[in-house]
């Protein structure tokens, strides 16, 4: 295990927790991965001479905040994308709306894996960084992709405000 100033992680982990287990050293691994990605990606860059706009487009950053708030819950909450976090979590209960609740499971990098893909909060930045690169490497399919989304996003808010506005009603 990687040492740290105050011995190692696991060390660290029992300080730090008060009693309750935090996997640090997973969130380092997933810290390490997420930092690797964006390495990767500015290097893949670098070399096929692409750049970052000069400024993001007021438009743009409503677009992709929509879409990144969509594709963050449909990946950590949506019933269809459970397969995906099956490994690291356990489900609970249905929460309505297509969404459910799970608990994660596991210890170490496990846990703190399971903590990310069941957390739309958490997910966000890696959403957000994809659309990033895509509006460095593929900006067109980035904006429909983003704008699909967006439309769903959209939709789902009008289908709940037509459910209260109806229950209310009657």
Same mark, same amino acid.
């Given at each position: 295990?990687?040492?740290?100033?105050?011995?190692?992680? %696991?060390?660290?982990?029992?300080?730090?927790?008060?009693?309750?287990? @935090?996997?640090?050293?997973?969130?380092?691994?997933?810290?390490?991965?997420?930092?690797?990605?964006?390495? +990767?990606? =500015?290097?893949?860059?670098?070399?096929?001479?692409?750049?970052?706009?000069?400024?993001?487009?007021?438009?743009?950053?409503?677009?992709?905040?929509?879409?990144? %708030?969509?594709?963050?819950?449909?990946?950590?909450?949506?019933?269809?994308?459970?397969? $995906?976090?099956?490994?690291?979590? @356990?489900?609970?209960?249905?929460?309505?709306?297509?969404?459910?609740?799970?608990?994660?499971?596991?210890?170490?990098?496990? %846990?703190?894996?399971?903590?990310?893909?069941? *957390? #739309?909060? *958490?997910?966000?930045?890696?959403?957000? =960084?994809?659309?990033?690169?895509? $509006?460095?490497?593929? #900006?067109? $399919?980035?904006?429909?992709? +983003? +704008?699909? +989304?967006?439309?769903?996003?959209?939709?789902?808010?009008?289908?709940?405000?037509?459910?209260?506005?109806?229950?209310?009603?009657?």
């Amino acid at each position: 295990m990687a040492r740290t100033d105050g011995g190692t992680v %696991h060390s660290l982990e029992r300080a730090y927790g008060g009693g309750e287990r @935090r996997p640090l050293g997973g969130y380092l691994f997933t810290m390490g991965i997420y930092s690797s990605i964006v390495a +990767a990606l =500015t290097v893949a860059a670098r070399r096929t001479g692409r750049r970052p706009p000069e400024r993001i487009e007021p438009f743009d950053m409503v677009l992709i905040g929509i879409a990144t %708030h969509k594709l963050s819950r449909l990946l950590a909450k949506e019933s269809v994308t459970s397969v $995906l976090r099956a490994p690291f979590t @356990r489900y609970v209960r249905a929460t309505g709306e297509s969404e459910v609740n799970e608990q994660v499971r596991g210890e170490g990098v496990r %846990h703190a894996v399971g903590e990310l893909v069941s *957390c #739309p909060f *958490c997910l966000a930045a890696w959403v957000a =960084t994809g659309f990033a690169a895509g $509006l460095v490497f593929l #900006p067109r $399919l980035t904006r429909l992709t +983003a +704008a699909a +989304a967006s439309a769903v996003a959209t939709s789902d808010f009008l289908q709940l405000l037509y459910d209260r506005a109806k229950s209310s009603s009657g």
